[in-house]
């Protein structure tokens, strides 16, 4: 089986700006990786993630949108993620469960053994093998989000939401360090790239490089 890697965070805080920066290592240290993301990464997954992001108009029940989430995932593990792992490829994933623990748990405050019941039932005993989180305060991440494009759906909630969404990445962190690290992610592009070669090294994902 191949490497399974995830990458989460609050909105805005650098996950797309470091994704191609961690493909690169693992490519480099020998990994054939497929990068792909959540919601999304299947043709069934990007038209939920529309209809998640940007369905607005009379909103969505938030059972709705946890058993959406969940969905696309069903789709994306039996269609991309599993067939990836099983052909020893390295799988490298923009948010996975631990967003919908930190989104729907944390800022929907929805009942979280529903979800873990939800993440056996459709993961089995699947669990990434190193989950990174960008971590930064609300309103370094909205800040820099804010720059970058209009809000979605997800987006518009308030700071209150975003505060209980980073509590709760920093909690599984807490509960699950042999496979979830975090990353101070406040800090300047070069210096998150330098704990994220350290993390991959620590965590035995590349090997350090031989002078
Ligand atoms: N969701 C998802 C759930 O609710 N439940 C789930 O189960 C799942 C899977 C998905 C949405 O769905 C939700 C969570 C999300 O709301 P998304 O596209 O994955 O959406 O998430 P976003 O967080 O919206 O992704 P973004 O692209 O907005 O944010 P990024 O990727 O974290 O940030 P990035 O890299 O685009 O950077 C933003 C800006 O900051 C700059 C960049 O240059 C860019 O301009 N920047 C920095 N500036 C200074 N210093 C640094 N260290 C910087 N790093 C980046």
């Known amino acids: 089986m191949g490497k399974f890697i995830t990458l989460e965070g609050i909105e805005g805080v ?13 490519e480099v240290s020998g990994h054939d990786c497929v990068v792909t993301r959540e919601p999304g990464g299947t043709n069934l997954g990007e038209s ?21 989430m969940f969905a696309a995932r069903a789709e994306h593990l039996a269609k991309v993620i599993l067939p990836a792992l099983e052909n020893n490829q390295t799988v490298l994933c923009d948010r996975f469960t631990e967003a919908t623990y930190a989104y729907q748990g944390g800022g929907r405050q929805l ?9 056996d039932w459709v ?13 930064a305060p609300v309103e370094i991440g909205r800040a820099r989000a804010g720059k970058r494009s209009e ?5 518009k909630e308030q700071d209150d939401f975003f505060q209980r969404v980073r509590d709760t990445y920093i909690s599984l962190a807490e509960q ?3 496979r979830i690290c975090l990353i101070d992610a406040s800090v ?6 330098k704990q994220i070669l350290s993390k991959l090294l620590e965590y035995n994902i590349i090997d350090a490089p031989v002078c």
Request: aromatic share 2%; hydrophobic share 35%; charged share 35%.
């Open 151 to 155: 809000p979605d759906r997800i987006e």
């Open 123 to 135: 993961q089995g005993d699947l669990r990434p093998d190193l989950t990174i989180i960008l971590d």
């Open 176 to 178: 699950h360090p042999h």
């Open 48 to 68: 939920l993630r529309e209809i998640l992001l940007s369905h607005t108009e009379d909103g969505m029940s938030e059972d709705a949108e946890l058993l959406m």
């Open 188 to 193: 300047d592009l070069e210096s998150v790239q």
């Open 111 to 119: 009942d979280v053994d529903s979800i873990s019941d939800l993440e």
């Open 14 to 26: 650098g996950k797309t700006s470091n994704l191609h920066f961690i493909k690169e290592l693992l």
